[in-house]
């Protein structure tokens, strides 16, 4: 069994072994994650790999998209986002709801927050 900790910026990841409950360490040794993903040509990154494209590829580095779940392009707390805080870009979809459009794959792409 696998669980997973979801923060805005940051996830963790712990299995249940015989012994207990072990937290997963990435690549780089590290237990904590950065949740964002990356979207690159065709390429997709994620965890530390698009935390070091975010600056050369901003708006296409996804990232704290936690705060999006569950919510309506209309609510007041995602129109603020768009406004003062995201690089990238938050469109509206069909029923008011909540796009995430990146470049990738030699186009543009909508994905939505789950």
Do not use: C, W
């Not at 696998?2 to 963790?12: A, K, R, T």
């Not at 494209?53 to 603020?80: C, E, H, M, W």
Request: charged share 25%.
């Amino acid at each position: 069994i696998v669980g997973i900790d979801l923060g805005n910026s940051h996830l963790v990841a712990a299995q249940v072994r015989s012994r207990g409950v072990d937290v997963l360490l990435n690549g780089s040794s590290q237990r904590l994650n950065p949740a964002m993903a990356g979207f690159n040509g065709k390429e997709r990154t994620t965890l530390d790999a698009a935390k070091n494209q975010i600056n050369s590829n901003y708006k296409n580095t996804v990232t704290q998209v936690k705060r999006l779940i569950g919510r309506k392009f209309s609510d007041p707390v995602v129109q603020a986002d768009i406004q003062d805080y995201h690089l990238f870009k938050i469109v509206p979809l069909d029923d008011d709801e909540i796009g995430v459009e990146v470049s990738y794959d030699e186009g543009s792409k909508v994905f939505t927050p789950q």
